[in-house]
T-cell receptor, first 114, second 113 residues
């Protein structure tokens, strides 16, 4: 089965602009999780979408938002970009295997804000 | 608030040697994960540990879980250069949010000839 796919792979934006990142979960899976991996800050949970709704969000300002489409793909939008938003953004999909349910990650989008 | 701490954060090993990475977490969790990340790449799932006393092995890596001590270990046996990477443990806080994980800081492993 196809894994989690993200686009674009790299994105360069100017401070103050908006960035849109995309994620397609594993086929048929309804949940999408977004993470930010910024230098020095580690991996931090950003947002969780399931069945088209935002279920939970991490400790990030409102300019980080997103949505999930009927086909369960998702967009992460970052408005009013700041230099510290430069990071690797990872999207995860859940593979349900009973007790061995686990999260699988896409290859990520490297966002650089200049 | 769930906190996850790894140590050491940096590990320089010689090929052929053994070593252990430790992962402590602060609150009860129903599953613990180990991931590997190569520079500039995404996270590769290594192990899922579910119950107290769980032990899983894959090649030169073995992971264990002690839920009473809230401690997991990743043991490296006879290290080889290909194991050089950053290793993360991550904990799921429970419930149905399987993908909402709290990660440790990561351990950067470098294996030297």
């Amino acid at each position: 089965e196809a894994g989690v796919t993200q686009s674009p792979t790299h994105l360069i934006k100017t401070r103050g602009q908006q960035a849109t990142l995309r994620c397609s979960p594993i086929s048929g899976h309804t949940s999408v999780y977004w993470y930010q991996q910024a230098l020095g800050l580690g991996l931090q949970f950003l947002l969780w979408y399931d069945e088209g709704e935002e279920r939970n969000r991490g400790n990030f300002p409102p300019r980080f938002s997103g949505r999930q489409f009927p086909n369960y793909s998702s967009e992460l939008n970052v408005n009013a970009l700041e230099l510290e938003d430069s990071a690797l953004y990872l999207c995860a999909s859940i593979v349900y295997r009973g007790m061995n349910t686990e999260a699988f990650f896409g290859q990520g989008t490297r966002l650089t804000v200049v | 608030e769930l906190k996850v701490e790894q140590n050491p954060l940096f590990l320089s090993m010689q090929e052929g040697k053994n070593y252990t990475i430790y992962c402590n977490y602060s609150t009860t969790s129903d599953r613990l994960y180990w991931y590997r990340q190569d520079p500039g790449k995404s996270l590769e799932s290594l192990f899922v540990l579910l119950s107290n006393g769980a032990v899983k092995q894959e090649g030169r890596l073995m992971a264990s879980l002690d839920t009473k001590a809230r401690l997991s270990t990743l043991h490296i046996t006879a290290a080889v250069h290909d194991l050089s990477a950053t290793y993360f443990c991550a904990v799921n806080a429970g419930g149905t949010s399987y993908g909402k994980l709290t990660f440790g800081q990561g351990t950067i492993l470098t294996v030297h000839p």
